[in-house]
T-cell receptor, first 118, second 110 residues
Framework: GAVVSQHPSRVICKSGTSVKIECRSL??????MFWYRQFPKQSLMLMAT?????????EQGVEKDKFLINHASLTLSTLTVTSAHPEDSSFYIC??????????????FGPGTRLTVT | AQRVTQPEKLLSVFKGAPVELKCNYS??????LFWYVQYSRQRLQLLLR??SRESIKGFTADLNKGETSFHLKKPFAQEEDSAMYYC????????????FGTGTRLQVFP
């Protein structure tokens, strides 16, 4: 089946620094990847849609200059949290949508990255 | 605005009891609806989608457009069904961005 990985699984950074999170589709190509944020005991909130080779589409209220998304290849999207602050501490989850064939158009989710900003 | 509502945060049942996890949506067009499940310490995974009209792990869900509902049902709950369940709405046929409900935690006691 289609597998999506995220790296790192956990990261602790100091306030004011930037941190990059990678999302990879391991055995299929994904023209579209999605980035979600999940607060404790809450649902997933879509942050942005990442399309390979083009600019990401951000949801209302999400600062594009703070959450930089790059989708340079069909198997990799990165989310960079710039100038992180404690309120950015959260669980970040990516998903990748297959293009067709065996992976279809279903979204496959990564295991998530726990970001803690101190 | 599009919205997915799951009114129950927690649903506790005993093994063998019927289960119904409620989901209501708000969307003026023709939606595509999903149920996702997240077992303890595992990633989110698709349980079923309404267009497939299939039963997965004994779970079924019927789209009721009149009531704008997509409730998840299982006649006899098992302990291994204990998990977090999310109802999700996609606005296009080809699984474009998903709008998630707040989730319902199902606890099945022995």
């Amino acid at each position: 089946g289609a597998v999506v990985s995220q790296h790192p699984s956990r990261v602790i950074c100091k306030s004011g620094t930037s941190v990059k999170i990678e999302c990879r589709s391991l055995d299929f190509q994904a023209t579209t990847m999605f980035w979600y944020r999940q607060f404790p005991k809450q649902s997933l909130m879509l942050m942005a849609t990442s399309n390979e080779g083009s600019k990401a589409t951000y949801e209302q209220g999400v600062e594009k200059d703070k959450f930089l998304i790059n989708h340079a290849s069909l198997t990799l999207s990165t989310l960079t949290v710039t100038s992180a602050h404690p309120e950015d501490s959260s669980f970040y989850i990516c998903s990748a949508r297959g293009t067709s064939g065996s992976s279809g158009y279903e979204q496959y989710f990564g295991p998530g990255t726990r970001l803690t900003v101190t | 605005a599009q919205r997915v509502t799951q009114p129950e945060k927690l649903l506790s049942v005993f093994k063998g009891a019927p289960v119904e996890l409620k989901c209501n949506y708000s969307y003026s067009g023709s939606p595509e609806l999903f149920w996702y499940v997240q077992y303890s310490r595992q990633r989110l995974q698709l349980l079923l989608r309404h267009i497939s009209r299939e039963s997965i792990k004994g779970f079924t869900a019927d789209l009721n457009k009149g009531e704008t509902s997509f409730h998840l049902k299982k006649p006899f709950a098992q302990e291994e069904d204990s998990a977090m369940y999310y109802c999700a709405l996609s606005l296009t046929y080809n699984t474009d961005k998903l709008i998630f409900g707040t989730g319902t935690r199902l606890q099945v006691f022995p």
